[in-house]
């Protein structure tokens, strides 16, 4: 069974098109999606988590259809996503990051912060992730950063998760032991104006 499934998916700009992606993900396996700047993969991985809506096309997961997308609704049916950018807070500790939105609170309804450091040690502990839970943020280093975004979208289980481009955490992730399948995938990309098309692929 497929993870995802694509058909015939279109969004268009002013000055740039994302046309005709059909593509599928099985279920267990990781995927890379690989093109130059600006040719769409940003673009694509935001229309399956919500950020932005599908001009036309249909998008399965889990053999059910996505419609009126949302990142609430994305996330709920089990799509993380982590973005380039971080969405980190500085001022926060590290078990704070993870459980921001999510806190677990004690019968008194309070912050129960020995739950969360423990849960906290215990998510980084099945990543291979080597991060102290009551760090501060903003004495982690970069790629540490990264790795405890990542590690943020594993805190509630999801069925598929998508990592915009990380490259510093990917070493970190690897210990881990991801294995990367080769699969070939239809679909094109095309610009609006005639220069510098490109045709990013599946690895």
């Known amino acids: 069974m497929n993870a995802i499934e694509i058909n015939s998916l279109t969004k268009s700009y002013r000055d740039f098109t994302l046309s005709g992606i059909t593509m599928a993900l099985p279920e267990g396996m990781i995927m890379g999606l690989v093109g130059e700047n600006g040719a769409g993969k940003s ?15 249909k998008v399965e997961f889990e053999g059910k259809p996505l419609e009126n997308t949302t990142v609430k609704l994305s996330e709920s049916a089990g799509i993380a996503f982590v973005h380039q950018e971080l969405n980190l807070f500085n001022d926060l500790k590290v078990f704070e990051n993870i459980f921001l939105r999510k806190e677990i609170l004690t019968k008194l309804g309070t912050l129960n912060q020995k739950a969360m450091i423990a ?40 069925s598929a998760s998508s990592y915009s481009y990380i490259p510093s955490a990917y070493e970190g992730m690897c210990e881990v032991g991801c294995k990367i399948t080769v699969r070939d995938i239809d679909y094109s990309l095309t610009r609006t104006t005639d220069e510098d098309t490109r045709q990013p692929f599946v690895y």
Do not use: C, H, W
């Open 43 to 57: 673009t694509l991985m935001n229309i399956l988590a919500g950020v932005y809506t599908r001009d036309s096309g």
């Open 119 to 158: 849960k906290t040690r215990e998510l980084f502990t099945s990543l291979g992730v080597d991060i102290d839970p009551t760090a501060m943020v903003s004495e982690l280093e970069t790629s540490k950063k990264q790795l405890l975004e990542i590690a943020k979208e594993n805190l509630v289980s999801s």
